[in-house]
């Protein structure tokens, strides 16, 4: 992809994602993640009234006398994009590929955190971390981040969520929300995603195709393995069925899986509208919140 080519691509999701914000998501984003973090500001004797919850243990057992501890809302928060550069995402049989859409989303949420003076960084991964750009709150930086995206090419192909999400615990030691963008086609992250979800707000965005839940009927196709480049002769007629099961039991199983860790999650698919399931999502997470 040419220079001229990569700045239009970026110049159109920015139009695309600013008017997509200024629409349908500023206000959303902003009641269901403004003050979800506090901070810790200092300690003062308790009063009557005040929650006993809050005591500071510790300081109470020094003086002799109930200290609770007080917490001021963060004045931004920390947005971070995990974003799948495998081989798997290098697929779309409607009219964008699987990483365009990641790209797409991550526009949206990351001109969104900027309308609310929320920093975003970046992180791609394959079957290890590839690249990490720390957080910054410029519209210049978000252009960054969307190109990076949008061209990252790694040269592994594989994909372990396990490594992303290790090296956010490591990185980040301030809380963030965390959106992890993959199809999730890999095993073994469960525990991960557990241990990040005690120290952020982890979101899981898994992003398919139509084929890859049902494919077209009767039909010889020429199919390869994006991530170990195995090439299979498929007749369609005769795994179509089979198929069709085997991803709606790998969906409920991801989704279980989600649920266990105490991560909330949006499933989105190439071709169909994203926005709706975020709708959906942001007004479930304010009713739970507020």
Same mark, same amino acid.
């Given at each position: 992809?040419?220079?001229?080519?990569?700045? =239009?691509?970026?110049?159109?999701?920015?139009? *695309?994602?600013?008017?997509?914000?200024?629409?349908?998501?500023?206000?959303?984003?902003?009641?269901?993640? =403004?003050?979800?973090?506090?901070?810790?500001?200092?300690?003062?004797?308790?009063?009557?009234?005040?929650?006993?919850?809050?005591?500071?243990?510790?300081? $109470?057992?020094? *003086?002799?006398?109930?200290?609770?501890?007080? &917490?001021?809302?963060?004045?931004?928060? $920390?947005?971070? &994009?995990?974003?799948?550069?495998?081989?798997?995402?290098?697929?779309? $049989?409607?009219?964008?590929?699987?990483?365009?859409?990641?790209?797409?989303?991550?526009?949206?949420?990351?001109?969104?955190?900027?309308?609310?003076?929320?920093?975003?960084?970046?992180?791609?991964?394959?079957?290890?971390?590839?690249? &990490?750009?720390?957080?910054?709150?410029?519209?210049?930086?978000?252009?960054?981040?969307?190109?990076?995206?949008?061209? &990252?090419?790694?040269?592994?192909?594989?994909?372990?969520?396990?490594?992303?999400?290790?090296?956010?615990?490591?990185?980040?030691?301030?809380?963030?929300?965390?959106?992890?963008?993959?199809?999730?086609?890999?095993?073994?992250?469960?525990?991960?995603?557990?241990?990040?979800?005690? =120290?952020?707000?982890?979101?899981?965005?898994?992003?398919?195709?139509?084929?890859?839940?049902?494919?077209?009927?009767?039909?010889?196709?020429?199919?390869?393995?994006?991530?170990?480049?195995?090439?299979?002769?498929?007749?369609?007629?005769?795994?179509?069925?089979?198929?069709?099961?085997?991803?709606?039991?790998?969906?409920?199983?991801?989704?279980?899986?989600?649920?266990?860790?105490?991560?909330?999650?949006?499933? *989105?698919?190439?071709?169909?509208?994203? $926005?709706?399931?975020?709708?959906?999502?942001?007004?479930?997470?304010?009713?739970?919140?507020?």
């Amino acid at each position: 992809m040419s220079t001229a080519e990569v700045i =239009k691509r970026v110049r159109t999701l920015e139009i *695309t994602a600013r008017q997509l914000v200024n629409d349908t998501f500023a206000g959303h984003y902003s009641s269901t993640f =403004k003050g979800r973090g506090m901070e810790f500001s200092e300690v003062r004797e308790y009063l009557p009234g005040d929650d006993v919850r809050a005591i500071d243990w510790n300081v $109470t057992a020094r *003086t002799g006398h109930p200290f609770i501890k007080k &917490f001021v809302e963060e004045r931004e928060l $920390t947005i971070l &994009f995990l974003v799948d550069a495998s081989g798997s995402l290098r697929f779309g $049989t409607r009219r964008q590929f699987k990483s365009e859409l990641a790209a797409e989303i991550t526009a949206v949420l990351a001109f969104s955190a900027l309308a609310n003076n929320d920093k975003t960084g970046l992180v791609l991964f394959s079957d290890r971390e590839e690249k &990490f750009i720390p957080p910054r709150k410029t519209r210049g930086h978000i252009l960054r981040l969307i190109r990076e995206v949008l061209t &990252f090419t790694s040269r592994r192909t594989g994909t372990s969520v396990q490594a992303a999400l290790d090296f956010v615990n490591r990185v980040q030691r301030r809380r963030a929300v965390v959106f992890v963008l993959s199809d999730f086609l890999d095993e073994g992250f469960e525990k991960s995603l557990r241990i990040a979800q005690r =120290k952020h707000d982890v979101i899981a965005v898994p992003v398919a195709d139509p084929w890859e839940s049902r494919l077209p009927g009767n039909v010889r196709l020429l199919l390869e393995d994006g991530e170990n480049q195995a090439i299979a002769a498929v007749n369609t007629g005769a795994v179509a069925p089979g198929f069709a099961r085997d991803n709606d039991a790998r969906r409920d199983a991801l989704a279980g899986l989600f649920k266990r860790a105490g991560v909330d999650s949006i499933f *989105t698919e190439t071709g169909r509208p994203y $926005t709706t399931a975020f709708l959906r999502f942001f007004r479930e997470r304010a009713k739970r919140f507020h």
